[in-house]
């Protein structure tokens, strides 16, 4: 399927970007022309894909002509043409300018399954047993797993005890969370907010864990369900996968890692050992949206007992019963997320995967973490300046220092608000361990070391200035 | 805001598709190239653009040129240019195809909102009060209203009163709402899926409604939800929404319209009347994706009191806190959906209404429901064949007469399974009224006569050659 390419790769510039944009136009056009020629309802057997894939996920990148190539012979044939004037079934669901549209998994874009056991890079997510399929968002697949972990309680002691459900994270856990169980109809007060410190760097502590699950035990609640996270939004830190999960099969809890933003660097060995101990994970999720070159929306949820989400998600109304799904030779992924219909995420994943290859989607992820590493030399050369939490990453939390806790605070945010007032450049700010911080996230495809080195610039003019107004700075 | 243009419309040919796509990557190659002028971070004040905009929707189509311009001149400068190298906030989100993001709505592409009260048009969902948003599909559109309703009840009568909570639909009702019960933490026991038959067409009777609140309340039970659908999946049939409306009042009732595939129609007056007491609902959604020309995925969820959607939705983590959504200068969308990110729905919506204008989607749902009128014509000359339940919009339900039940519901089963065999067409089914009935849904914005004609010759063929195998048809 395609032979591996040779050429050196770049990320695309406007000309690249042009050019196979263009091409795929092409491509649809021509499909759209020829779209009369196929058997409307795809007429494949189920699982007819997994033999004319390669076992593992490129090295390098491949070329576009290989990767269309491939759509023409193994991914056209098993599809249900929607778009077809002969398509009178369903409603039918429009995708005009992406003619190529999926809407029950009858193909598997595949290594994006289980088959891939042995595809040591990007893969890791979905090898192994369990099952993976592809949300939109975190909260989406937090939301998933959430109502497949209560159900599965629920069945034992029934569902009138849903109040006593409980919930664990940090307090540094991404609010998708808190979201997701406000929506399963878990009381929010069931949600335990953890502390965590700049002694732990932010990572939930385990006794902690454990602390607040035999108190609930002891007043009569249920533990439910842990979510670590990898990579957490306010300042890049990482929860201790291992001891985490030991605790969660202890007490028979629902173990979820959301890394979402940190789990693309974890297709680099170095950044592996931070998902030691997945094994022991009921869930994970990462979303290639963020770090991984692919187009919003794209989330990756694995879970180890896919049927637990069906038990909970599925639905099969008369108008959907086939052949196929009730003889159980295909996927309903309908049945492992909330909506019905689906977009063909698999698609631009796998094209990305293809075109740019293992290689470089490592080489980017390293750029990234380079480029942060950069900017957190730069600010450790100013006394003016801390970094405020270690960077693991390509985000670096810094802010000016002051003696003052009140003070410095104010001074960072006057900061912050004079650098985005600017327009030269845009960071946001959080708070942890009651300090005010700036966050820079290096993330741009654009970026280069002299953007980073401007963004520098101007923090240092826009704190100069600010000492001048204020003369608080250094004190 | 871009004049209106006199030209025919037709819709998008192949070379039409071909021209205006590559317009649209060289528009966005454009920008790209400029992406470093931009200040990183909007600084339009909120609201810039509603007096920008025209009040009514266009009736005729505009040139893709006046569209493009209002998006530099007027939609750009209310971006947060998340792929500008100098975004240095959140966590990128990767958007390489369509670099045009919108993270948090700033920018509203009206009239997609409420100040359009007075367009006549397609616009009717978001006129009057209340408030629109676009979602990804109906069953996430459901949840979030389900978990409004449900929290609005609770907070009366205490949360540990949630398997008390009853939601009513009729038994043709999407499974999205059963989905949606579940998710939210309903047990599905109090679920009330109501019968209809061919005496009311299976619409919902407003006295099998009523009687079954009335049996809850005495049963103790809390009556929470009622959803009416127009257009319903296995056969289009229309529930009775101003009759409803009153019941759901007097009980007080969270009322939701599922206007899904036949929302779309109602953008013609001949059609609006099924939507009469629309006044009466608390929320309807529909979506364009089906039948209104818009890539998947888009869902209209109309709310008539959105702070309930926001008391149940919102979260303010610090990282996302800022001067904008504190002043409730802005609409935070996040806290109208499930997901935290959005895709830049609205965009795609408010390129297909000017580039068709409301004239041409109404031809375009008059020509499908002309269509659908033929094929019914058809069906109707041929004494073997009867059209099962009145067509309204675009499908025609319809199967092969016999008299003994089971041996109709065999015959049609085969003559559906040979049609799709054939790969010549792909209709679906449905059961109605306990008969197995043949959907043929018009929809492919692709479909002239002549596909019509040749479905319902493959059907003739077809049936001919299982009277020949069978002996049955005609008994």
Known sequence: MGSLSTNTFSSLDSDGFT??????????????????????QSQVKPGYLLTKLPDTAPYCPESLEDVLKDVTDSIIPGLTH???PNFFAYFQIKCKHCRVCCYRARIHCNGLDGKDAQAPHLLFLFSGNGGGVLHGSTCEAIVCTLVAARDR?????????????????????????FKGVKLVGIPSSNFRCLSTSFSS??????????????????AGY?????????????????????????????????????????????????????????????????????????????????????????????????????????????????????????????????????????????FHIRSHVNLAKRFESLVAKDSRFEVVVPRRFSLVCFRLKHNDACKASELNRKLLAAVNE??????????????????????????????????????????????????????
Chains 1, 2 share one sequence.
């Open 222 to 362: 249920v533990p439910l369900f842990l979510c670590a996270t990898v990579g957490t939004t306010a300042c890049g830190a990482v929860d201790p996968v291992m001891d985490l999960g030991k605790i969660a099969r202890k007490y028979n809890l629902w173990f979820h890692i959301d890394a979402a933003y940190a789990g693309s660097a974890c297709i680099c060995p170095e950044f592996r050992h931070y998902l030691d101990g997945i094994e022991l994970a009921d869930s994970l999720s990462m979303n290639p949206h963020k770090w991984l070159l692919t187009n919003m929306d794209c989330c990756c949820l694995w879970v180890q007992q896919p049927r637990l989400l069906i038990e909970s998600l599925s639905s099969n109304p008369e108008f959907l019963k086939n052949n196929a799904s009730e003889s159980n030779a295909v996927v309903d992924y309908k049945d492992w997320q909330i909506a019905l219909s689906r977009r063909f995420r698999a698609l631009k994943l796998w094209v990305v995967i293809r075109r740019h290859g293992i290689d470089n989607l490592m």
């Open 82 to 84: 929607w778009q077809s």
């Open 19 to 40: 050019n196979d944009s263009k091409m795929v136009i092409d491509f649809i056009a021509e499909y759209y022309k020829n779209i009369e020629n196929y058997p409307v």
């Open 201 to 218: 760097e932010f990572s939930l502590s385990p006794q902690s864990l454990e602390d607040a699950i035999e108190n609930d035990i002891k």
């Open 153 to 177: 309680t629920l069945r034992n002691i029934g569902a009138e005890n849903i109040a006593k459900l409980v919930v664990y994270a940090s307090d540094q856990t991404h609010s998708a969370l």
């Open 422 to 475: 600017s327009g030269r450049a845009f960071m946001t700010h959080s708070v942890v361990g009651g300090l005010f911080i700036i966050r820079c996230a290096v993330g741009s495809t654009l970026i280069e070391e002299r953007h980073v080195d401007d963004l520098w610039k101007l923090i240092q003019e826009k704190a100069a200035d600010l000492d001048e107004e204020t003369g608080a700075i250094g004190e």
